[in-house]
């Protein structure tokens, strides 16, 4: 199985432009998950998604965030208008079952490095 | 208080030496705990997860649980050069949010 596979690897965009970060889970498994990664606030959880269904929504720092999920095999995060503040590592990762219960296993994409200039 | 933290680091080891790496949750419900490691520019990756109170071999790496002090940690015996990266310390407060700490960096010394 090729993983998680996410695009682009890096984003260079200027400030008020849209971003689109795009996903492509691991072949049968049920929940997805959109993280972000800073070295001051580390691995926050944006959105988590299972069976193509929003569960939660929670860390989705504002409404310039949205994502979505129009079927089992990809999922797109969009940020409309970027900022600055947004430069991260925005990682995808999907689970084989409805979460991460005992033995579920969290498998991470490589990561879209995103710079906001 | 942060759900997970964790010994800020960096810490250096010399090769052959053994890693300690400390972490406490506040959420006294949870019950899956998880060590991640990261190596710099690369997504993180499981080498560990523990669920019972006790400690848990896998190959040179060791995760302790005491769910009553809500701390857990993982020691890296005959720790070596490929082992420097960052370990996240992640804990399971409810069904689905895996919740990371901020990671500790950890570099031995050839």
């Known amino acids: 199985d090729a993983g998680v596979i996410q695009s682009p690897r890096h984003e260079v965009t200027e400030m008020g432009q849209e971003v689109t970060l795009r996903c492509k889970p691991i072949?049968?498994?049920?929940?997805l998950f959109w993280y972000r990664q800073t070295m001051m606030r580390g691995l926050e959880l944006l959105i988590y998604f299972n069976n193509n269904v929003p569960i939660d929504d929670s860390g989705m720092p504002e409404d310039r965030f949205s994502a979505k999920m129009p079927n089992a095999s990809f999922s797109t995060l969009k940020i409309q208008p970027s900022e600055p503040r947004d430069s991260a590592v925005y990682f995808c990762?999907?689970?084989?079952?409805?979460?991460?219960?005992?033995?579920?296993?969290?498998?991470f994409g490589s990561g879209t490095q995103l710079s906001v200039l | 208080q942060k759900e997970v933290e964790q010994n800020s680091g960096p810490l250096s080891v010399p090769e052959g030496a053994i890693a300690s790496l400390n972490c406490t949750y506040s959420?006294?419900?949870?019950?899956?705990f998880f060590w991640y490691r990261q190596y710099s520019g690369k997504s993180p990756e499981l080498i560990m997860s523990?669920?019972?109170?006790g400690d848990k071999e896998d190959g040179r790496f060791t995760a302790q649980l005491n769910k009553a002090s809500q701390y857990v940690s993982l020691l890296i015996r005959d720790s070596q050069p490929s082992d420097s990266a960052t370990y996240l310390c992640?804990?399971?407060?409810?069904?689905?949010?895996?919740?990371f700490g901020a990671g500790t960096t950890v570099t031995v010394r050839a």
């Open positions: 992640a804990v399971i407060p409810n069904d689905y949010k895996l919740s």
């Open positions: 072949s049968g498994h049920n929940s």
């Open positions: 990762a999907s689970s084989r079952g409805q979460g991460l219960a005992t033995n579920e296993k969290l498998f």
């Open positions: 523990i669920y019972s109170n």
């Open positions: 959420d006294r419900v949870s019950q899956s």
